[in-house]
């Protein structure tokens, strides 16, 4: 059994910073990469930054300058710094593992249960 359980999630004014964290657990041998997504009401689910084990990172075009997205390899966690925020940031955050449970498997994604970043204006 594998959980990715999200925090730091909250209220905040425009212009100013949130610091998600996304630590996994359970029976996991290795974990590819990792990453956010964001929902805001009545629109898809999107792609907000990603990271590969190596440490290397996409972004959507959104976020690029004032998002940062890190992880501790050793912790099983991901993180996500987010400065400048917006108002159009407001959304429900996941947190996405591509995770090994076991050397014979193939990876498979597993999601965090999503924290609510609001950012009023």
């Known amino acids: 059994q594998v959980q990715l359980v999200e925090s730091g999630g909250g209220l905040v004014q425009g212009g100013g910073s949130l610091r998600l964290s996304c630590a996994a657990s359970?029976?996991?041998?290795?974990?590819?990469?990792m990453g956010w997504y964001r929902q805001a009401p009545g629109k898809q689910r999107e792609l907000v930054a990603a990271?590969?084990?190596?440490?290397?990172?996409n972004y959507a075009d959104s976020v690029k300058g004032r998002f940062t997205i890190s992880r501790d390899n050793a912790r099983n966690t991901v993180y996500l710094q987010m400065n400048s925020l917006k108002p159009e940031d407001t959304a429900v955050y996941y947190c996405k593992g591509t995770i090994v449970v076991h050397f014979t498997l193939p990876p498979y994604d597993y999601w965090g249960q999503g924290t609510q970043v609001t950012v009023s204006s």
């Open positions: 359970g029976s996991i041998f290795s974990i590819n990469a």
């Open positions: 990271i590969a084990r190596g440490g290397s990172t």
